[in-house]
């Protein structure tokens, strides 16, 4: 680099990363500074006191208000952003719809008490919507536990708040209290662990307090200035976050007070006054043992206006839907019934069968590989987010019917409630795929002594919460997992391990200050392709009749309005090509699909490979969707074939980008009645040739997973998973594999 400045007289803008972190330090753009508090117990003494009693715990915060107000002077969000709520319908049938959070009923609900306020009418309210999760940054190294708290705000989209790392700030790290094991099962340390992290959340959040009942005026994105009222808003956690927030005992449910035995027979939503009253009336061991209560403790929530932590509770599809009720109950469950009803021999035969299916699935764009099938010590979220897309297939004629229908049911549960935006339609649609679920779980009594689990009676609540909330995907414990990476376990990588805190508070807020002061650049580099004739990637496909179905394209191209089949034209009529063709090994296909991770805007980009080589292993040609009917819904407008190479080429000056493909047939003019999916198989010619053809890659719509259909016999034990699909004949079409398939493969 200092070669390329001294012929321009010029010199390195940093002298060393000392200057560099000099700079970025007297940045002002973004700079919320880090402040801390000591907690101590104050409570009665033992005569025997407790090493906790004595210690101090630091809580280290950044002040929300200050955060709340970069989030809404942010000018990438000037268009991602809702000041008012508001409720959306379908103009055709005039249905409600949800989408993101300001479409719900709870921001309706919240705005109309501040519009009744002579003080605060007219301000916009902008909901704080808080998560915690204690995460762990290194295994074996000591004190490696980190207890982060992250704020944003309801006013910006879903899609705003999932893809953009600026939307969601870390505003905490809370204390993790510790002390001996001989103290660390006493009530009053648990007690004391609790009530610690309410009150922590209190005085970190206490700056927004005046704010909630006085309007502040702030300067927004878009350059106006507007009347501000904060609310405490949803709050993201999982099942165990979500105990100690409500103040409610193990294995009952934090939203209503249904039996913990039988939590799915329902039972009256919780609410703020009901609990108080029943703390008021009743006994500890009362409340703890019929109400699942604790009595001891006092909710952070009831520092605030307007707030109600059974209320804010929001959902969680990765903890409650994604590794709970599927990979924690169904998959263990699909083991234990084999093993119950085949013996241990014999179900491990099996399982190991579903394994190697698992492992024969074929690549797909995002879809990370299961070498050895499910069986690993360590799951991650998105390991159950994969295994989900193809493990329905695999258990396919190794298990009753029942237990293929329960898992669809769950699956489709799962892929409707992450649906970007839910209609009445869908809210339907999920009610149903509740019930069928509860029906057709049964078939696991076998091995399971009760269905009454928490995270499964969540899927009860779902439909109530996307009224008040808008759509489960804006409001995700996943959205604060992956902010774990970049706010705490990279930071922490980075210290020197030595008084890490110290060191990752620092980093963060660096981040921050760069983050405010970078200028957004949209720069995407274009493939280059190889150049070869028509006879050379003839040759190196191995398609004989590549020149003449480039004819037969090349015909259809230039006669859009001629009715006649190409191959009915004869062949001294068909335009010819004898140019060089520039060959690729990928397209990029971009798509609205905003229920999935997507950038801002929901739009989603994906890479489909054509590739003689991948990763220096093996062929990898992946298969596509083919828009054929524009008109016709899902897989009735759609067709399926492989890719075999991309490649274009100028004709008469004007470009022609293209795909040789080939076609895949369906099997049946409808889905599976057991999968819910589409089956196809490769189409072929009558002399058994391949149906291939040359395709304009504008017609080639996105990424199609095929899955074999395995049938019932095992798999060879050498099989892999790029053969499978030249292996196999018939295949099912994943509309499991994300949540945009799910919608146009149904």
Known sequence: MAATLVKHRDVPPFADHKDLHNVIDATQLGDVPWQSFSVQYTGERPEVVPPWMDDEFDVWYRDPRAMAHNILANPTFKDEIDYTPFREYDASDKTRRWKDF????WAWKQSDIISKDPETHGSALVPIILGSDNTTVSVGTGNNEYYPLYASIGNVRNSVRRAHRDALVIIGFLAIPKTDKKHSKDDAFRIFRRQLFHSSLSAILSSLKSAMTEYEVVRCGDGHFRRIIYSLGPYIADYEEQLVLSCIVKHWCPKCIAVRTNLDNGGMDRCREHTEFLIGELHGDVLWDEFGIIGDLVPFTNDFPRADIHELLSFDLLHQLIKGAFKDHLVDWVAKYLKAVHGTRRAEEIMSDIDRRVAAAPSFSGLRRFPQGRDFKQWTGDDSKVLMKVFLPAIEGHVPGDMVRAFRALLEFCYLARRDVVTEDTLNQMQDALHQFHRYRQIFDLVVPTFSLPRQHSMIHYTDMIRLFGAPNGLCS?????????????????????????????TNQRLDKLAASRVDFDARGMLTGTILSIAALAHEVAVPDLRRLIQHFLFTQLNQ????????????????HEGKLQVFNSAAATFFAPSDLSGTGGMRREHIRACPLWRNEYPRNDCVFINTDSDAQGMRGLEVARIICFFSFKHNWEVYPCALI???????????????????RPSFHEDGSWNLAVIHIETVFRAAHLIPIYGSEYIPHDLKFYHSIDCF???????????????IAS
């Open 729 to 743: 004949r018939s295949f099912y079409v994943n509309k499991f594999a994300d949540h945009h398939a799910f919608e």
């Open 478 to 506: 996943s959205i604060t997992e992956s902010k774990h990476i970049k706010a705490v376990k990279e930071p922490w990588r980075w210290s020197s391990r030595h008084n890490a805190l110290g060191q990752m508070l620092v």
């Open 102 to 105: 300001m479409s719900g009923d």
């Open 561 to 576: 309005d001629d009715p006649r089949d190409p191959a009915d034209v004869p062949t001294g009529s068909l335009p010819r």
């Open 662 to 680: 080939h076609w895949f047939e369906k099997i049946d003019d409808c889905a599976d009645e057991d999968t819910g999916m589409w089956m196809v």
